[in-house]
């Protein structure tokens, strides 16, 4: 039987890759990381090249959560305007957060090629302008950013010129970004867990971690043995406050859908997308989609409030994309699924430490470059340089309110209020 949120392209077009025994005894390591997606694993390749002894559970399998199931989308920066993270944080630290963001893109490239990752990669962002108001707040910050990182970093986008990058209509203009791009995500987590091997890392698949202990040194215990080690980095994104309920109040877990269609072929694929690059738009709720490397439509539309998945995940999604492309009106759906994306209130990723316990989680929709950036970060302090880790832990973040009960409907209430204003 088709399980309706692992029903996931990646998973088949990805190949065989055996997993790793579970931790069976209780062992020691300088530093232990919890969770096997890009943040966790990032952070794994880039700690054991620095010479630490690390250990990485997984509670299933590597990239099966967000990592393994998101849209692909490789977005520079953050998902809040350069201009806005400036008027929260200063302009001194906010230039400095936007240029070491813009570099995660470069970072995420040179890992590829060092380790020689086949994920599908492609070049090009392009996101779309939803109201006319929001293509006057895209000019506004394409002019900030040639003044900010220099011409070039971003393109601004005529309404009359959005067909040479996405044959779709009711837009109002866009920007696109030559360095964002796309990927095949569990094909890139995968390479990312073989480097971290290769590294030194030790990797142990469907170990929980059920409990962490705080001290001198911290003990993280899973059913079957343990791992006593100077640090816990908690990598587990929507998962962390199960862990750690204190920084979890910082972040809500909100399910999406993603539906590929069957294989369209490079001509009517590239009549859809010319430029082949992703796409997103400035909706609220928003459309996100791109074209596969055997020329699918990957698309991911609409809005749920409930953690139970729709019975039809490719029903649900498709009239979101038979609204941009009613062309596809008989095209086959091939796969359909689901994973959850843990968010900020100000959707800004909240990275910080707690003694010897450090977390990172809630990129909000921009996980596939930052994580990467995260990863190297963290080993970066460990090494004694801290001013890039001490950058994030300058952005003020605030709790969800309601607490752990409360929290979701809170929420819901907000989504459902952005979702009517995206409608009006």
């Known amino acids: ?85 400036i008027k929260l944080v200063g302009e001194d630290v906010g230039q400095q957060l936007c240029h070491l963001a813009m570099s995660a893109r470069d970072r995420v490239h040179a890992r590829i090629e060092r380790h020689n990752i086949d994920c599908d990669l492609q ?64 094909k890139y987590a995968r390479g990312l867990k073989r480097a971290a091997k290769s590294a030194g890392a030790r990797i142990f698949e469907g170990s929980r ?13 899973t059913i079957s043995g343990s791992v006593t080690a100077r640090y816990v980095f908690l990598a587990c994104d929507a998962e962390t406050g199960d862990l750690a309920p204190k920084a979890g109040r910082y972040t809500m877990p909100v399910l999406n859908y993603i539906i590929a269609t069957e294989p369209l072929g490079e001509e009517r694929a590239r009549a859809l997308i010319p430029s082949n ?30 953690p139970k998945p729709p019975e039809d995940i490719a029903a649900f999604v498709r009239p979101y994309m038979l609204k941009l492309f009613p062309q596809l009106l008989d095209t086959r759906i091939d796969y359909a699924w689901g994973g959850t994306v843990g968010i900020t209130v100000n959707r800004l990723p909240h990275i910080g430490r707690e003694g ?46 309601g607490g752990k009960l409360l929290r979701t409907p809170t929420y819901v209430a907000g989504m459902l209020y952005s979702a009517m204003m995206d409608r009006l």
């Open 277 to 306: 690059a992703a796409v997103s738009d400035s909706k609220f709720v928003l459309n996100y989609f791109r074209l596969s490397a055997d020329n699918r439509l990957l698309f991911a539309g609409g809005e749920k409030y409930t």
């Open 209 to 221: 971690a059920a409990s962490i202990t705080e001290g001198e040194k911290v003990v993280v215990r």
């Open 1 to 85: 039987m088709r399980d309706p949120l692992n029903d996931s392209y990646y998973i088949a077009s990805a190949g065989e890759c055996a997993a790793d025994a579970p931790l069976m005894s209780d062992i020691k390591a300088d530093i232990c990381i919890i969770g096997g997606g890009f943040t966790g694993l990032s952070a794994a390749v880039a700690c054991a090249e620095a010479g630490f002894d690390v250990v990485l559970l997984e509670s299933e399998q590597i990239g099966f959560a967000a990592s393994g199931r998101n849209g692909g989308q490789m977005i520079p920066g953050f998902n809040m305007a350069a201009t806005d993270l």
């Open 123 to 186: 070049h090009g962002h392009i996101h779309l302008a939803a109201k006319k108001n929001d293509f006057a707040y895209l000019e506004d910050e394409v002019a900030f950013s040639d003044r900010l990182l220099g011409v070039g970093e971003a393109v601004l986008v005529a309404p009359t010129d959005i067909d040479r990058y996405v044959n779709v209509s009711g837009y109002h203009g866009g920007v696109y970004v030559p360095k964002g791009g796309h990927l095949h995500p569990l």
């Open 356 to 401: 010897n316990k450090l977390f990172a989680h809630g990129y909000s929709g921009q996980g596939v470059l930052l994580t990467t950036l995260v990863g190297e970060v963290l080993a970066e302090m460990l090494k004694g340089d801290s001013r890039n880790f001490n950058l994030f832990e300058k952005i003020p973040h605030r709790a969800f309110p």
